[in-house]
């Protein structure tokens, strides 16, 4: 009895902080400020320089086949918003070699990647977002609070090991950060507001 | 695996961590087995991937993996939704009635799971009276 009864307890006592899919935080966080991040353009980055209406932070890292087969889907989507008041950027933060700045740099070279990409030593953002995949997308508003996070559609890609790319679930259909950007930008409530993102885990120091 | 602790070590060859675990999964394995404990790995590489299967059973082998070893038959997205689960590496406990008494995940950044949770949480439901 006493064990059922602690059982209950346990499964009533839900967490404070977190999303349906994130354990550290919820739709109406705020971003994480960050200062001087590096990036592969050779400039730094700091939170306070993003003065857009829509901030996108994507997690990234070179080595993961699942960024690599969908980060032509991100490429695509950065190039539909040029003009418009979004501003994307890429964070690594991976303590690997295939991960850091040079690899990245030869990386974003490779595919294309035309948005500020930069590496986070700390892991500081990370973890303050509770990012655990790559990639995963945080999309904020103006007042640079949490309005979506998770994937980027709902068809996770990732390549396999003769390079093609292969959606799970066929061409997507539904484009959560588009659809989180557009319905943000104008002014009205995000519908889809967090999806489980799919990939590589984000190694954290321990 | 009835009347035993079940750990189901979920795992996808894609990924980094989840390979550089899984020596120390198999000698972990080694160790319990004597405890009413078994090991049992589940890929959640994808099926549909020609080789796939091939490619996941090449590493077992490479690994001495000889313990159960399963593969999830959805793809990656459906495979988490089944499961509930977020992201690989990732071990689920189950105690001698078939109940999911611990689940690991990396699903915080400030506390990953590490073989140490592991064997902890065995220390836990191995001894008698956790039973």
Known sequence: MKRTLIGLLMAVALPAFGGQYNAVVDIGAPMPSFSNLPATDGSTLSSKDLKDDVVVLVFLACHCPWVNGMDGDLVKLVDEFKGKSVRFVGVALNHRDDDRLPAMKEHAKKKGYDFTYVYDESQAVGRALGATKTPEYFVFNKDRKLVYMGAIHDSPAHTARGGEVIYTRGEPKTMYVRDAVVETLAGKPVQVQETRAQGCTLEYEK | ?131
């Open chain 2, 1 to 131: 695996m009835r009347g035993r602790i079940v750990v189901v070590d979920l795992w996808a060859t894609w990924c980094v961590p989840c390979v550089a675990r899984f020596p120390k999964m198999i000698a972990m394995s080694k160790r319990w087995r004597p405890k009413g404990v078994t090991f049992v790995s589940l890929s959640l590489d994808d099926r549909a991937e020609p080789g796939s299967y091939d490619h996941v059973l090449k590493f077992l082998k490479e690994h001495d993996a000889r313990i159960p070893n399963f593969m999830m038959n959805e793809v990656l997205p459906d495979a988490f939704d089944k499961l509930n689960l977020n992201s690989v590496p990732a071990v689920i406990i189950y105690d001698a009635g078939g109940r999911e008494r611990a689940r690991l995940t990396g699903d915080d950044p400030n506390h990953q799971f590490t073989e140490r949770d592991v064997e902890a949480a065995l220390d836990r439901l191995a001894t008698p009276s956790a039973r």
